[in-house]
């Protein structure tokens, strides 16, 4: 997370990617125990629920584990993870330079393959759509599928208007507002020819091959919060990861 994201983020969010940096460093390597909670919060001049709340996202990403009486230590797999792959954060939130755009404002419609994805009981999901833009050029555009229970939270938002520039994702916006935090994310990455509404959005031709990515954002109790399906232009877009041997 950048300086100023991290800024802006609450302070439970502040917490646990601090204690993140600090696991990927390699502080709380052997066994040793995490500061408690009291020591935390005297530590950053934060409350002691807010400490929880960061102890809870870690222990939920499988980051750490607890035992009661004894206290909070890393666990194997988590520190292996964090080095390898970093925290979820890397695609929650904007990279620097990075802005949005909306092309269409939040809706309720039904969508049944949207609906299906997302988990619903139901057939209405609510959409919103827009463009990315690095140093000027715009080189995505996403869609974004929410339940109800969570689109209610960017109702009426003037960061939600077509034409309204943000430097944060739908997902990095709603995040805030969940009761549970979001703790993983399942890609799918293919190649699909530009629609004429996306090749509009892209400027380039229908047809044009694009990278697909479709992200379904899962929280803490396995629940679907979110689908967003983008569509980049290779000229303009490389994706990258690495991945290490377990």
Known sequence: MGGRDNEQAPAHRRMSHALREQ?????????????????????????????RRAFYDLVADGLVYRVPGRGTFVSELGSRRLRRLGPIEELTNLPA???????????????????????????????????????????AVTTVHLPDLHAQHLCGGAGTEPGAIGA?????????????????????????PASEETAHHLDCPVGHPLLRADRVY??????????????????HYTYRNTIGRS
């Open 168 to 192: 944060h994702t739908i997902i990095g916006l709603l995040e805030p507002h969940l009761a549970s935090p979001v703790v993983e994310l399942v890609q799918s990455i293919t190649v699909a």
């Open 97 to 139: 330079g990075t802005t949005t755009e909306i092309v269409a404002p939040l809706r309720r419609r039904a969508d049944i393959e949207a609906a299906s994805r997302l988990r619903l009981d139901n057939d209405f999901v609510s959409t919103i759509a827009y463009v990315r833009r690095y140093a000027g050029i715009v080189f």
């Open 23 to 51: 696991i990927a460093a390699g502080h709380f390597h052997g066994g040793r125990q995490l500061p408690t909670e009291l020591e935390l919060a005297e530590q950053y001049g934060l409350s002691r629920q807010t400490v």
């Open 218 to 235: 899962l929280d803490s109790d396995s629940r679907a919060v979110e689908l967003a399906v983008g569509y980049y232009l290779p000229e």
